[in-house]
């Protein structure tokens, strides 16, 4: 059964245009999120690592190494399988430095710019080979189909046969849909989705293959398992390879392929989904591996079967072509059409990617005015342009020499060489650039002296110079030349990493990549002081309006303010700009850029630890720590918590004067929350912190007392304490600066207003001493003045003098009054008052009070009424008890505005006389209910009471076996007002 070449060609390019439009729609949004985000997607995506040669070849694969062929499938699934211990801290690391290929994590992990540019010169070499097998596949297949109407496009006079101007258009084509849809940052997004498409029609046409082997061409699992019966040597070819010890080999080889080759990495590793996701996806990618196994050995028998005279490694495509069925033989040649073009596409993506970023960019220093990203994307058209003509070139010179499982296997033995380099970076902290730089120069040698060379030329050995020895060389050999490379390669990585020292960096980068490494997390100082600088800077090397269109993305990630100036948030802006021009310019330029412009600073003394580094993967890591580990974890939480609810407010420094913590008191203290200052400095600081801890932190005091301090118009004073925490004990002083230090501050305002007060209350006693004093002296000339009024009433005739002196009697007996309330109240409260009590007339004492209070007459101008009754009487001390109510009406006075009325009212009740005091203020608030009676409690002004009149009312109200009762509001109506009733018993 033959196609016109015509038909066939539409159908290729009818597919591969729907598989770029499923790519287009889906960076334009135009599918559902919740389609593309469905783990499903990812891990079909993935399975763009099975390429043309999981389609074709591996059938030939089959019929040489027989069961062996699935140490493929078993390799590459089982890193899935262990993606926590295989997969999962690499995509951490990828993910967090934005590593998008093997090369970058090789420059980042062995700081070394050299590692890259080799690491991506051989990742070339070694993907050339899978690059002609996807050409070599899709021509061969194409000519295969249209053997009548193909040898028309030979042109024999040029030596330009059919098979290479297929090869030649189906590239052109390629690299034409590529370069359009593949080289931006948005579109490449859409491509997850084109894959996981790739592997739906290529994971239906297997099955579909397989099945009409098994029913069309056996009928059945029964007629099936009657023709192996009869073709024993077709069983036997199973198991003998596995005999031979191949099968090891090739699962060696074959683990390889699903961390080292870039286009794999890409999409298994650097674009590494939800953890969820990811859970999903170790299962069902070994899911999907195993649903591609499962046709490979009844496509080959039934290949054998139907006696096709196609090679074997095309069986894929030769048996529904001898079922004579159009649809299935289409079908089958768009499956393995698939499988080619996707691994095509990542390839060369991911191989433009690498040498942009590592062969290109950093040999030149970028300066861009213009736009950047648009010079990038046309740089990586022309590169993807270029591969594929590498490509095709490479395919040329090989002239069909090798299978498709050849190539295969010169592919991923060269890939295989990155193993040991990978495998340290999260493994083994010593390894270090030189080791990794012997190891792999030496294991591609012996690859491409072994392998790629005779492959090249057609060479099958060659004899030792002196000698007739034949030393074989070729895939023929290739088991020894996979062990030979491999063990070279990893003897010298060991050696020279343990014979070798890594420098200071190196080691950092190591400890960076080691989850079990905590202790190197460095703070060092930046020689920036703000985000604004980042853009200054960067706009020398990007361009100002890349410039500030990469430092607006980094603040956003980091959730930071434009006007950020923290050390700490703006070494994290550092990471992240670094991290973002990484994936954009690749690691070694954006290195270059990230540490000419924003050096740190040179400084004697070592880097300080990162706490919060520390801290963060700590916290990140906790649910895997175990043992000992978790216990120190669970004590650093203790002590954390500790710190962080003490009751005095508590500010930890580093040695460079950046704040580490600042607790729960502190927050309340300043106002100023833990995550505006952490990672700050004291300078930046609002008034009056900036100063007061600034000078302190910066004296040699230990403690500083009563500092006085203005916070919202209100002065408040504090203690301040210091302790340094220094490095180890032996001879240091305590002013010498250590390794940081403690600042505790203590609130002692209300200590210090109730010593002030206490001072203005001692003052006043001794005021009201000497006023009693000064009263019993002017009792003298009262009673003088009165004789002589009296005297002058009686001596004399005249009316107005008589008047005179009626007026100077009722004065003095004022006065006479006055003093003797003084006198009276001089002596409340004095142990000598608290005898017996007698019958206390509380209409009398409630006017007292109110007469000794209209005294004073700087205060608000108020009316007091007496509406006690005259014949209230309670037992009690009778000076006490006007001491109650001078408290009480004063405080009422105090509450009640200017011309305010201020109610006295008087009644039994329950066998008690009761007297309430109602003001006409504004109440008493729900939250001060429950302190009032507290001693040294007020709400008044500084300087304005001291918070012990209501105490002591209560204590003598208890004294006297009554009750103070509070009512607030007292007009409910009016939600003013407070009334307070003395409840005195009638009888003891």
């Not at 995506?45 to 078993?74: K, M, R």
């Not at 790739?198 to 099936?224: D, N, P, Q, R």
């Not at 004990?729 to 206490?758: F, P």
């Amino acid at each position: 059964m033959s196609f016109e070449i015509a038909h066939i060609a539409l159908i290729g390019v009818a597919y591969i245009a729907t598989l770029f439009f499923v790519a287009f729609a889906t960076s334009k949004d135009w599918l559902p999120s919740r389609w593309v985000r469905h783990p499903l997607i990812y891990v079909l995506s993935l399975g763009v690592s099975l390429s043309a040669w999981t389609f074709y070849g591996i059938v030939d694969l089959a019929w040489q190494y027989g069961y062996g062929v699935l140490a493929y499938y078993l390799g590459t699934g089982a890193m899935f399988l262990f993606a926590p211990v295989a997969l999962e801290p690499l995509a951490r690391l990828a993910q967090r430095y934005q590593l998008t290929s093997p090369a970058d994590l090789f420059v980042f992990r062995y700081h070394s710019r050299e590692a890259g540019t080799l690491a991506t010169l051989f990742m070339l070499l070694a993907l050339l080979p899978l690059i002609a097998l996807q050409i070599q596949a899709v021509s061969e297949t194409l000519a295969l189909l249209s053997r009548d109407s193909v040898a028309a496009l030979a042109l024999p006079d040029s030596g330009v046969t059919s098979k290479n101007l297929i090869a030649f258009f189906y590239c052109v084509l390629l690299a034409v849909f590529t370069s359009m849809y593949g080289a931006t940052r948005e579109r490449r997004a859409g491509l997850a989705s084109a894959m996981a498409l790739e592997s739906v029609v290529k994971l239906v046409a297997l099955l579909a293959v397989g099945a009409y082997a098994v029913y069309g061409v056996f009928g059945g699992f029964a007629g099936l398992d009657e023709w192996l019966a009869e073709n024993s040597d077709m069983q036997q070819l199973l198991y003998t390879p596995i005999k031979q010890g191949s099968s090891h080999t090739l699962l060696l080889v074959f683990i390889a392929t699903a961390v080292a080759m870039p286009h794999i990495f890409y999409l298994s590793v650097a674009e590494r989904p939800a953890a969820q996701t990811l859970r999903i996806a170790s299962w069902g990618f070994p899911l999907f591996l195993l649903l591609m196994a499962l046709p490979i050995f009844p496509i080959m028998w039934a290949g054998f079967a139907l006696d096709v005279t196609e090679p074997v490694q095309y069986f894929s495509l030769a048996v529904p072509r001898a079922s004579g069925s159009p649809i299935l033989t289409v079908l089958a040649f768009i499956g393995g059409l698939s499988a080619a073009t996707g691994a095509l596409v990542m390839i060369t993506l991911a191989l433009s990617t690498m040498v942009m970023n590592h062969w290109l960019l950093p040999g030149t220093r970028w300066h861009s005015e213009d736009n950047m990203y648009r010079q990038l994307v046309w740089l990586r058209r022309a590169l993807v342009a270029a591969l594929f003509l590498a490509g095709f070139a490479f395919y040329l010179l090989l002239n069909n020499r090798l299978s498709l499982s050849d190539l295969a296997l010169l592919a991923f033995i060269a890939s295989l060489q990155f193993l040991p380099g990978i495998f340290a970076v999260i493994h083994w902290p010593r390894g270090n650039r030189r080791g990794f730089i012997g190891g792999l120069l030496a294991g591609m040698l012996v690859w491409a002296g072994g392998l790629l060379l005779p492959s090249v030329f057609g060479l099958s050995g060659v004899t030792l110079p002196g000698s007739e020895i034949q030393v074989p060389l070729g895939m023929t050999i290739w088991t020894q030349v996979t062990t030979l490379s491999l063990g070279v390669n990893a003897l010298l990585f060991i050696g020279l990493s343990v014979l070798t020292r890594s420098s200071s960096l190196e080691q950092y980068a190591a400890d960076l990549c080691s989850d079990d490494t905590l202790s190197q997390a460095l703070r060092l100082e930046l020689d920036v002081e703000s985000a604004a600088d980042f853009r200054l800077r960067l706009a020398e090397s990007l361009g100002a309006v890349t410039a500030n269109q990469e430092v607006n993305r980094a603040l956003r990630q980091l959730n930071l303010p434009d006007d950020e100036r923290r050390p700490y948030a703006l070494r994290q802006l550092r990471n992240k700009l670094e991290a973002n021009l990484s994936g954009l310019l690749g690691r070694v330029l954006a290195g270059q850029i990230i540490d000419r412009h924003f050096p740190f600073k040179d400084s004697d003394q070592p880097a300080n630890k990162d706490i919060h580094l520390i801290e963060t993967r700590l916290s990140r890591y906790k649910n895997q720590l175990t043992g000992l580990a978790a216990e120190l974890n669970n004590l650093r939480l203790y002590h954390r918590q500790m710190l962080e609810e003490l009751p005095l407010a508590a500010c930890s420094l580093g040695r460079d004067g950046e704040i580490l913590l600042w607790n729960y008191a502190m927050q309340d203290l300043t106002g100023i929350a833990a995550g505006e200052v952490i990672g700050s400095k004291l300078e930046y600081l609002p008034e009056p912190w900036r100063t007061l801890l600034a000078e302190f932190a910066g004296s040699a005091d230990a403690s500083r007392f009563k500092q006085q301090i203005s916070i919202s118009d209100n002065s408040h004073w504090l203690n301040l304490h210091k302790t340094r925490q220094k490095s180890s004990r032996s001879g240091r002083a305590r002013s010498q600066r250590g390794d940081g230090q403690m600042l505790l501050l203590e609130d002692v305002t209300e200590t210090q207003i109730l010593e002030q007060e206490l001072m203005h209350s001692e003052r006043l006693a001794s005021v009201g001493r000497l006023a009693a004093g000064v009263a019993h002296e002017v009792g003298n000339p009262v009673t003088g003045i009165a004789c002589l009024a009296q005297n002058l009433h009686f001596e004399s005739d005249s009316p107005e003098v008589r008047d005179t002196a009626d007026q100077i009697l009722s004065q003095t007996q004022r006065i006479s009054r006055i003093v003797h309330s003084l006198v009276n109240f001089s002596h409340s409260g004095s142990p000598e008052s608290g005898g017996e009590r007698a019958p206390v007339d509380l209409y009398a004492c409630v006017q007292e009070a109110v007469q000794l209070l209209s005294l004073q007459r700087d205060k608000t101008e108020v009316t007091f009424d007496n509406a006690v009754p005259e014949n209230l009487i309670a037992p009690g001390d009778n000076q006490r008890l006007i001491q109650v109510f001078i408290n009480l009406l004063s405080n009422a006075r105090d509450a009640s505005p200017d011309g305010g009325h201020i109610q006295i009212d008087g009644y039994i009740e329950g066998g008690c006389a009761c007297v309430a005091v109602t003001d006409d203020g504004p109440g008493i608030p729900p939250a001060h209910r429950e302190r009032i009676l507290e001693p040294f409690f007020t709400t008044k002004e500084p300087g304005e009471g001291t918070g012990l009149g209501l105490a002591m009312v209560y204590s003598i109200v208890e004294e006297h076996d009554g009750q103070l009762e509070l009512v607030s509001p007292a007009n409910p109506e009016t939600g003013r007002g407070a009334k307070f009733i003395v409840q005195l018993p009638q009888a003891r």
